[in-house]
T-cell receptor
């Protein structure tokens, strides 16, 4: 399985941008980079995913390094409701194993008012 | 995206008993999964629920302990059998409607075994 490495925790101030890093040095050509977050007492929710190009949606942006060995989830303006555990997950669409998500430890984001 | 209703949301059970957790989706989905999240930990995949056939279990999980049913494309159950305090966890259902799209998770069942 391709694995990801994330910092255990990060802090941010409210209304400031947040850059959450993820390293995936053993990524393969068929691995998509997925980000999910888990708010307290809730199940994980989908944030964004990408393959090679940077991606934007209403929740966040995903910046993918040119060699694809790292990526960064960008929250443009953190709010207190963004405090959660953020998971960076590789999903290999080229194998049956890629049908399921394998969660690592994630990054616990704390947002200060 | 699909909307999941997972029941019960929480329960306290006696050791040695069994609990069945239900996962109902508001639309047909291609894949359904069951995860466990032990206290303070990340999520671990228990099994893939296959419609009309036996579930596919991950290493460390067996059918006798976690029997799973999936009679149709919108419903699945997970049973936690012969429970012990070590089974105290949050159990989550997850679905994907279309291959390549994002996964949707239920809000989870918080199980405490006493």
């Amino acid at each position: 399985d391709a694995k990801t490495t994330q910092p255990n925790s990060m802090e941010s101030n409210e209304e400031e941008p947040v850059h959450l890093p993820c390293n995936h040095s053993t990524i393969s050509g068929t691995d998509y980079i997925h980000w999910y977050r888990q708010l307290p007492s809730q199940g994980p929710e989908y944030v964004i995913h990408g393959l090679t190009s940077n991606v934007n949606n209403r929740m966040a942006s995903l910046a993918i390094a040119e060699d694809r060995k790292s990526s960064t989830l960008i929250l443009h303006r953190a709010t207190l409701r963004d405090a959660a555990v953020y998971y960076c997950i590789l999903r290999d669409v080229g194998t049956n194993a890629g049908n399921m998500l394998t969660f690592g430890g994630g990054t616990r984001l704390m947002v200060k008012p | 995206s699909a909307v999941i209703s997972q029941k019960p949301s929480r329960d306290i059970c006696q050791r040695g008993t069994s609990l069945t957790i239900q996962c109902q989706v508001d639309s047909q989905v291609t894949m359904m999964f069951w995860y466990r999240q032990q206290p303070g930990q990340s999520l671990t995949l228990i099994a893939t629920a296959n419609q009309g056939s036996e579930a596919t279990y991950e290493s460390g999980f067996v059918i006798d302990k976690f029997p799973i049913s999936r009679p149709n494309l919108t419903f699945s159950t997970l049973t936690v059998s012969n429970m012990s305090p070590e089974d105290s966890s949050i159990y989550l259902c997850s679905v994907v409607a279309v291959a390549g799209s994002g996964y949707t998770f239920g809000s989870g069942t918080r199980l405490t075994v006493v």
